[in-house]
């Protein structure tokens, strides 16, 4: 019995001077790593990448050819491979999902840092306060494409367009005081106004008006849709107000 064939791939490349092509990098780990022998072919200098394309009528590289069939690019090769193919529009929480583990994370480590123990009263607050601290630095990334999504569900901002530009600095500005445990008589009140305006407005355009929007809540590029998750980072903001009223951090 004889072993089977090694699978074999050419790949080829842009390797520029000033340019390595990070897709053609990909596409050389992805055959790596599923066990395909690479002949890896760099094209070197702008005209023999032009000359490359000319020749295959394609527009981009890299490009894989596998047993003398022409695979295509890096998202034709991960297809061909077996494996999923993100749609870069495609509606994803993952996002926020990561913020959020993150933040759970950054506060645990915190407590422990302070209080010897991750799991104390004060990490549940931190974590309220970086995920507004962390969301409100997504936003003010591009000020002008958050306050453009946010005004196609928040009720305020419909109706005085500039508070669109001013939630994100009130967001920010209410978490770094939470996390100081300073000037809670301005802290609580930021965060329980626009916490209530934008569960408010979540609920509206979502759970009465079945409406469906992209979530400016992690930045105006985001393809987070806007429905429950959107509705509890509000909530948390309300839940975190009306806790530090009546159990003020010291």
Same mark, same amino acid.
């Given at each position: ?21 990070? &897709? ?11 066990? &395909?022998? +690479?002949?890896? $072919? ?53 996002? +926020? ?8 994370? /950054?506060?645990?480590? @915190?407590?422990?840092?302070?209080? !010897? ?5 004060? @990490? ?6 970086? #995920?507004?601290? +962390? ?17 196609? %569900?928040?009720?305020?901002? $419909?109706?005085?367009?500039? &508070?669109?530009?001013? %939630?994100?600095?009130?967001? !920010?500005?209410?978490?770094?005081? /939470? ?8 802290? @609580? ?11 408010? #407005?979540?609920?509206?355009?979502? %759970? ?28 948390? /903001? +309300? ?12």
């Amino acid at each position: 019995m004889t072993d089977a064939a090694p699978k074999r791939a050419i790949l080829y490349r842009m390797v520029l001077p000033d340019h390595v092509c990070p &897709y053609g990098l990909k596409s050389l780990h992805l055959l790596r790593k599923h066990g &395909y022998q +690479v002949d890896d $072919r760099p094209l070197r200098t702008r005209a023999e990448t032009d000359a490359f394309k000319a020749e295959h009528g394609v527009k981009t590289t890299p490009q894989t050819f596998i047993d003398g069939r022409r695979i295509g690019g890096h998202d034709d090769l991960t297809a061909f491979l077996g494996k999923p193919v993100r749609d870069p529009d495609a509606p994803s929480y993952r996002p +926020v999902i990561a913020l959020f583990a993150m933040t759970a994370l /950054m506060a645990l480590a @915190a407590s422990y840092a302070v209080h !010897g123990t991750p799991f104390t009263i004060r @990490a549940g607050e931190w974590f309220v306060a970086f #995920s507004m601290c +962390v969301l409100a630095l997504l936003k003010l990334q591009d000020i002008e494409r958050f306050s453009t999504m946010f005004l196609t %569900y928040d009720l305020l901002a $419909r109706r005085w367009v500039p &508070y669109g530009r001013i %939630y994100p600095f009130a967001e !920010g500005g209410a978490g770094v005081l /939470m996390i100081a445990g300073a000037l809670t008589w301005l802290s @609580a009140p930021v965060a329980l106004v626009i916490g209530t305006i934008g569960a408010a #407005s979540v609920f509206k355009a979502v %759970y009465v008006e079945r409406r469906t929007l992209k979530c400016a809540c992690v930045g105006g590029s985001s393809n987070v849709p806007l429905g429950f998750v959107s509705l509890t980072e509000n909530v948390m /903001m +309300v839940a975190m107000s009306i806790w530090m009223v009546f159990a003020p951090i010291h």
